[in-house]
């Protein structure tokens, strides 16, 4: 990590990097609070080990305004301080401050400390790197959605079904589903209309739907009867689809001059 190191006592500033430094941190000195403002804005550190009663710019008000700089980053700030402090500590702490360690420094709870705030950082940067994988993801499955749901807008012909003797009502669970309504007429201007269901949800039933509409325009533009093109879409699906998926479908032919329905 890289630690910020803030105390006006030279001595103090020397003893803490020697032993940081030994731990194999990378350490950033300053005199005061207002260098430590500087420090950070120039270097980012990891974790800033910081007295409270200093010249120029004290603790808390430095502390203060590493927060403001660091905004959404998780900046742990850890007091050092003197025995008889405990007031303007318990404000510090209300303030923003992450932890304290009273004066004469116990090493070995430094260390402690030290390596506990490691843990969190590197759990931090771990959830960082999932978020980031995560929004990635989603990003990519939303491009795949909106391919999708072209491609079925385009294969479906939706203004087909701006027919004067069809009205329909779809509401799926998702933006894209295996619900799928096609409507054409043959030469011969009798009415068909499909109504198929993919199984399963989102995109993957999308899919399943999809081999039906070219038969389903194609032939019916050719005049061919329902159960020869219902035996065509399913050859199809079989060809075109996995083991284990499969599209429930009803299909009507109305021929208004006739007043007949097929089902």
């Known amino acids: 990590m890289k630690i910020l190191i803030v105390d006006d006592a030279e001595i103090m500033l020397l003893l803490i990097q020697k032993f940081v430094g030994s731990l194999g941190h990378q350490t950033i000195l300053a005199a005061n609070g207002q260098l430590a403002v500087d420090a950070y804005k120039a270097e980012r550190p990891d974790l800033v080990l910081m007295d409270m009663m200093m010249p120029v710019m004290d603790g808390p008000e430095a502390a203060k305004q590493i927060k403001s700089i660091a905004g959404d980053r998780w900046v742990p700030i850890v007091y050092i301080t003197g025995i008889g402090e405990e007031n303007r500590l318990a404000e510090a702490i209300e303030q923003g401050a992450d932890d304290y360690l009273l004066k004469p420094i116990n090493f070995r709870i430094l260390e402690a400390k030290i390596k506990a705030i490691q843990r969190s950082i590197d759990l931090q940067h771990?959830?960082?790197?999932?978020?980031?994988?995560?929004?990635?993801?989603?990003?990519?499955?939303?491009?795949?959605?909106r391919v999708a749901r072209h491609l079925m807008e385009q294969m479906v012909n939706a203004d087909r079904l701006a027919d004067p003797q069809l009205q329909y009502w779809i509401d799926p669970a998702e933006s894209l589903s295996g619900d799928l309504i096609a409507a054409a007429r043959t030469p011969g201007h009798v009415l068909y209309v499909m109504l198929a269901d993919g199984i399963g949800h989102g995109l993957t039933a999308a899919l399943n739907v999809l081999p039906l509409t070219q038969p389903f325009y194609t032939m019916t533009e050719k005049g061919f009867s329902p159960p020869e093109i219902l035996a065509e879409m399913n050859r199809k699906v079989r060809q075109v689809l996995p083991i284990g998926r499969f599209v429930s479908l009803a299909m009507v032919a109305i021929d208004a001059a006739l007043g007949t329905l097929e089902v």
């Open 126 to 145: 771990k959830v960082r790197e999932q978020s980031a994988t995560l929004a990635d993801y989603y990003e990519r499955a939303e491009e795949e959605k």
